[in-house]
Each structure stands twice: as structure tokens, then as C-alpha cells.
């Protein structure tokens, strides 16, 4: 490797750096937003996670299996049953985790 030269894999690592980099900021931006500024490390630790498992599926294996292929159904439908997986996880996580444990406030328990 040359000195100085700029190698496609440290052009990846940079994109994917910049990439959470934005999205870390969008939660910093949204946990001000809503006054939630004191919860934003503990609440994105917990959340950052999912949302890595998400892209990087989507990204290394749904792209390449389906995507790529052409599949664009297969593609869709797979996206759209991971998309709904994610987000329900997501919420979960904010229900049973973030809401009592972070902010405080009791989960509300169901009469049935």
C-alpha cells in the first residue's frame, strides 16, 4: 500500500462510521427535541444495537440475496417482514426496558 493512498476499505469504514455517526446525531436531535436530552446515552445504547442488526441485515444480506438477484418480491416481502420485526423489537425495548427502567414511569398493566 502506497502512503497516502485512500483504499476502498478505508473508504467503507469511513461511510459506515459517517453513517452512525448521522444517525446517533438524529437521536441526539429527537432526545432534545422531546426534552429527553438526560436519557440519550442510556436510551440510544439500548436502541443502537437493533438498529445495527436491521441495516447490516438489510445491507449484507437482503440486498445481495434478493435485491441484487432481481427477486423483487422475495426482496420486498423479506424487507417488509424484517422491517415489522425490527420495529416491534424496538418498541418492545422502549416498553419493557427504556419506559420503566430509563424515564421512570411505570408500565401500565393490562386489566385482562
Known amino acids: ?24 446525531l438524529f437521536y441526539y436531535i429527537s432526545n432534545r427535541l422531546t426534552g429527553r436530552l438526560e436519557y440519550f446515552w442510556s436510551s440510544t445504547a439500548i436502541i443502537m444495537p437493533i438498529d445495527l442488526l436491521a441495516v447490516y441485515f438489510t445491507a449484507y444480506f437482503l440486498v445481495p440475496r434478493y435485491l441484487m438477484r432481481q427477486k423483487w418480491m422475495a426482496f420486498l416481502s423479506s424487507f417488509t417482514i424484517s422491517v415489522a420485526g425490527f420495529l416491534l423489537l424496538e418498541r418492545a425495548a422502549y416498553y419493557y426496558i427504556i419506559t420503566p427502567y430509563i424515564y421512570g414511569v411505570p408500565k401500565v398493566e393490562e386489566p385482562f
Open 1 to 24: 500500500m502506497q502512503k497516502g493512498k485512500i483504499t476502498e476499505r478505508s473508504l467503507t469504514i469511513l461511510a459506515h462510521v459517517a453513517f452512525w455517526l448521522v444517525l446517533t
